[in-house]
């Protein structure tokens, strides 16, 4: 089956420490997208790629990074500089940008 | 950057009702407009979208409708059914110097009473 697979469902992290979050899609989409959601809000983009070894800044960059070394894969790693990470996480890929975004199940972290 | 506003922020209607949710955008570059449901502890999946060279467009129960000139678009949803029941999102997409982003609405919970 084609799809967006998030891992892990669930993530507690301590403070200080840097943690990576997996996004791996085969639907051969070119580009991806991770997003965050917290309650009451709407979803916020944190970074998006449209092709391998490229990728843009979203609105709410500060304290993430991501890579895209593979089509396939898109992994945002959420670093201690990240002021408030505890949140709900989602990756999405599209054929491309302006068509119909394909969402993960996403990764809930806590940092505790 | 775009902005979008989205109303009501929660909804409650009776099963076999009609829903209707309203979003606003700011950026009148914006030509695609799609309309998400999020079940809970899932993320959010496409249910309908429209481009602004179409003014209405419905699938089955579900019809969407795009306002340019007010810059407004709505997600009417009719014979509301109990798995109707999640938080919808409106989003629009907007360009700048070719890329393109999904501006999202903060959402609106809609809840079907039996």
């Given at each position: 089956d084609g799809g ?8 507690f992290?301590k403070?200080?420490?840097?943690v990576t979050?997996?996004?791996e899609q ?8 991770w ?7 709407g ?10 070894n490229?990728?843009?800044k979203g ?13 396939e ?9 990240q002021k ?12 491309q ?7 993960g199940?996403?990764t809930?972290?806590t940092v505790? | ?7 009501p922020?929660?909804l409650s ?11 606003t955008?700011?950026d009148?570059a914006?030509?695609?407009?799609p309309w998400?449901?999020q079940?809970?502890?899932?993320g959010p999946?496409?249910i309908i979208?429209?481009r602004s060279?179409?003014?209405e ?8 409708t795009?306002?340019k ?11 509301t059914?109990?798995e109707?029941?999640a938080?919808?999102f409106?989003?629009?997409?907007w360009?700048?110097?070719g ?7 903060t959402?609106?919970r ?5």
């Open positions: 967006i697979t998030q891992s892990p469902k669930y993530l992290r403070e200080g420490q840097n979050l997996s996004c085969n639907l051969n989409h070119d580009a991806m997208y997003y965050r959601q917290d309650p009451g809000q979803l916020r983009l944190i970074y998006y790629s449209q092709i391998v490229d990728f843009q609105d709410i960059a500060e304290g993430y990074s991501v890579s895209r070394e593979k089509k894969s898109f992994p945002l790693t959420v670093t201690s500089a408030n990470p505890t949140a709900f996480y989602l990756c999405a890929s599209s054929r940008q302006g068509f119909e975004a394909f969402f199940q996403g809930r972290l505790v | 950057g775009e902005n979008v506003e989205q109303h922020s929660t209607v009776q099963e076999g009702d009609s829903a209707v949710i309203k979003c955008y700011s009148s914006s030509n695609y407009f998400y449901k079940e809970l502890g899932k999946q496409l979208d429209i060279n179409v003014g467009k419905k699938d089955q129960r579900i019809a969407v795009l306002n000139t007010a810059k407004h678009f709505s997600l009417h949803i009719t014979e059914q109990p109707d029941s938080v919808y409106c989003a629009a997409s360009s700048n110097f890329n393109e982003k999904l501006t999202f609405g959402g609106t809609l809840t079907i009473i039996p």
